[in-house]
Nanobody, 115 residues
Framework: QVRLVESGGGLVQPGGSLTLSCAAP????????MGWYRQAPGNQREFVAL???????DYADSVKGRFTIFRENAKNALTLQMNSLKPEDTAVYYC?????????WGQGTQVTVSS
């Protein structure tokens, strides 16, 4: 019953930046654990970044130092700031919410890093 909607994807050149947002229309995100995952064609969905209830953050080694995850509570949203983008970052990015009832996922937003 929780709906997650990702936005902000697009085409960017290597070295550029993008900001992704995950909103939850009709639901309060509160401080539940949330994260970003990504999936490239032919690959499994992989972990990108996580923020837990206390605000502690975790990142995949491949994005450490380049990506930042944070909550924007006034907007009831989760944000992923992506800098120094590489072609290897090209994928569909998905927002994830973890609650006691289970996991919820958005529909994904496409990020393409190419010259």
């Amino acid at each position: 019953q929780v709906r997650l909607v990702e936005s902000g994807g697009g085409l960017v050149q290597p070295g550029g930046s993008l900001t992704l947002s995950c909103a939850a229309p009709g639901s309060a995100l509160r401080n539940d654990p949330m994260g970003w995952y990504r999936q490239a064609p032919g690959n499994q969905r992989e972990f990108v970044a996580l923020i837990d209830r206390s605000g502690t953050k975790d990142y995949a080694d491949s994005v450490k130092g380049r990506f930042t995850i944070f909550r924007e509570n006034a907007k009831n949203a989760l944000t992923l700031q992506m800098n120094s983008l590489k072609p290897e970052d090209t994928a569909v990015y998905y927002c994830n919410l973890k609650v006691t009832a289970g996991d919820f996922w958005g529909q994904g937003t496409q990020v393409t890093v190419s010259s």
